[in-house]
């Protein structure tokens, strides 16, 4: 399916925003892009970057005319956004966001839809640890997943209109129910950054000669964890204000377990360990052949060599090349 | 300062003792390089694989006439190991070990050393979540750190020739005392392994349909902890058996942390929440800086680009090449 819009309206362009901008428009799926922000100097690193065709601080002018809207701001301004924009939605108009919470967005944004506007909650699983709208490109979306969360009463159209979208920028589209979200979320995501931020504040409080040390050290495993730890704030912020309860009985399983593990360290529970570190080997190579994970190992980090004494051996080996 | 060993043994010929013989080789650094497992598959996928010179399923004829001998098997097998090759050690060999541990290294092999011998613990921080020999590749010790926790009375000369040789290899090399690399690694490498054990076990024990979901949704966080939580089950089994007390301590100030994050959480403070979350980026530019990290997003792992419609623009953007 062909899939096309008018005027694609971004109220916020940060790593999502912008990813869907440059995303959008190398696959041509809008005759213009507007693009809104409450920063200036946001709004300025985007025009530089040549995002879009329209530049505005007021969202209610992006979204003027457009019959695709996408809230990318943090969850927490979606209120104040959907009060400001409501008047200038057009009837037909499909509104979304790429929020990492759906049953709070439902809660907040439903109620100010105006009648004849599609409003379909969306989430696309996808992002890196960096943050604003320089971050962005566009093969962020390409083979990773989007959930689309659309109410029982929304038209079905414009769901596969919008699905369509997302396909186009390279996603695979699955539809669900908001707090199914929310649940699987808490897992997958949100469980993993919470401890991830943990660990690595436990880190920053240890006294100064041991954290560095620790940084020193960290390619021992220690810094795998700070990737997703070094998130945006207060997008992860808002996530953890307002998918709590989700949240707390996840990180209550995980920390029954860690109880169980706990316990398996202070007896010395050789076979326990030993069965759960070879039962979680099977869960990477899932996710593996999943296509959503490289097997490369190491994340396919770059190892360089060090350079050998003798130069005719380098040569014959590496061919004189620069193999960082 | 040039180093070269006559004889280099290594007992075990899993992924750091393959790398060994590997990088050893490349850099000229023995004359001869023998092999010795305790398995007859593993040892003649060494001998296919060309690791080194000679191979035999008895450690005692590899170390006989070796000046450095390395144990690179799992930390349970040393005492059985040392027994059988106590009697084979020669005067004025260096003995060392890749052991994740130190204490209990010392504490297991010193009183089997024969007068004589050169005793230096060691620990490469290094890896991959890959096991065995062919896991094995020269540049894994590039630019890692490799610890010696050398006794008081050991023979200066022996440290600095050991140290020359991973130097050779690529490492930086850092002597300390074997208590204090044991609580380090605690938090930098056990701690993290266990956390990403535990949060992998978790999402093993949900119901299938929810396990289907977060495997195909891992990249919003889950898939970074999969990674270390796929490493060799026996050698993670060795380390929490024997580095209980520092790993024990520094999980209890891991598990302090998470009660008071878990109360942010349910009582919904978002200023602390966005406090730690600003906090620890901080650790991570600290570790791209000191050279432990790759700086590209998401580890460098690689995104392809979906095709755009029009064949003209994907050559104008592309150059018509492979960009997978």
Chains 1, 2 share one sequence.
Request: net charge negative.
């Amino acid at each position: 399916m062909t899939v096309k819009f008018r005027k694609l309206a971004l109220v916020g362009i940060g790593l999502i925003g912008s990813s869907i901008a440059l995303a959008a428009r190398r696959q041509g799926l809008a005759d213009v892009i507007a693009i809104s922000t409450r920063r200036s100097d946001t709004l300025e690193e985007a025009r530089e970057l040549n995002l879009g065709d329209a530049y505005t601080l007021d969202p209610a002018e992006a979204v003027r005319g457009a019959d695709l809207v996408i809230l990318a701001t943090p969850v927490g301004a979606y209120e104040a956004v959907m009060k400001a924009i409501a008047p200038a939605l057009e009837p037909g108009a499909i509104l979304s966001d790429v929020g990492s919470v759906k049953r709070h967005v439902v809660k907040v944004v439903e109620p100010l839809v105006p009648e004849g506007v599609h409003f379909i909650p969306g989430h696309p699983l996808a992002g890196t640890e960096h943050s604003g709208p320089s971050a962005g490109f566009a093969e962020l979306f390409a083979n990773r997943w989007c959930v689309l969360t659309p109410g029982p009463q929304v038209d079905k159209a414009a769901v596969e209109k919008l699905a369509a979208f997302w396909r186009a920028m390279g996603s695979n589209v699955e539809t669900m129910d908001a707090d199914h979200h929310d649940m699987v979320l808490a897992i997958t995501s949100h469980v993993p950054h919470l401890v991830a931020y943990n660990i690595v504040g436990t880190v920053a409080d240890l006294e100064q000669a041991t954290q560095s040390e620790v940084i020193k050290f960290s390619a021992s495993g220690f810094r795998d964890f700070t990737r997703i730890a070094a998130s945006d704030p207060v997008m992860w912020r808002d996530v953890f204000l307002t998918n709590r309860d989700a949240v707390l009985e996840m990180l209550g399983r995980f920390l029954e377990d860690l109880s169980v593990l706990q316990r398996a360290v202070r007896v010395g529970d050789g076979p326990a360990l030993e069965e759960l570190f070879t039962r979680t080997r099977a869960v990477r190579r899932s996710i593996i052949d999943a296509g959503q994970e490289t097997a490369a190992p190491d994340f396919g980090r770059p190892h360089e060599a060090p350079p050998v004494p003798e130069v005719a051996t380098f040569v014959r080996e590496h061919g004189g090349g620069d193999d960082a």
